[in-house]
């Protein structure tokens, strides 16, 4: 937790550098700044050489004015490598990969599930999934529902329900699967075409 609490400290210690920096290369004098800003000249001027902490309150109206994201103001580290590392587990015979690395909201999953006679064992659970068949047929079962999805469909229901899924076939089946809590759903927007 220290190394996050001295990164910090960094960054807010150079704001100062980084406020003068940009007010020079504008031609922007202090009072005028002050004038833009409503900020005093005097506390611009400690913002500056480090004697005044950088607050939100102040820092918002400087990047109004120089027309520059906060992030900019601030120097915020650049968002790290947004690739996953997919990491197969094997759960009750099928293996599962996980495609969302944060806990909590919606997480998705990459399935692929063997061939089997698996009698159906329909379970409920708190929670909303949503499933994209990749490849192979897919058995599911909800509820009164016993339906067989091919590469292409998708399938989205309330996990209150009873259901299980399965392989439909002699072949194993490949799905996405996104899960989110209760009240949590996919939200699938259609590319609208040209207009016409």
Known sequence: MEDGANGITAALDQVGERLKRLRIKRGITLTALAETTGISKSTLSRLETGQRKPSLELLLPLAQTYRVPLDDLVGAPEVGDP??????????GRTVIPLTKQPGGLQSW????????????????EGYEWMYVLSGR???VLGEHDLVLGPGEVAEFDTRVPHWF????EQPVELLSVFGGQGERMHVRAKSGPKR
Do not use: F, Y
Request: charge should be positive; aromatic fraction near 0%; glycine fraction near 6%.
């Open 83 to 92: 690739r996953i590392t997919l990491k197969p587990r094997q759960v009750h």
């Open 138 to 140: 897919l058995r599911l």
């Open 110 to 125: 990459k399935m692929v599930i063997p061939a089997s006679n698996t009698e159906p064992d329909p379970r409920v659970h």
């Open 166 to 169: 399965g392989s439909a076939g």
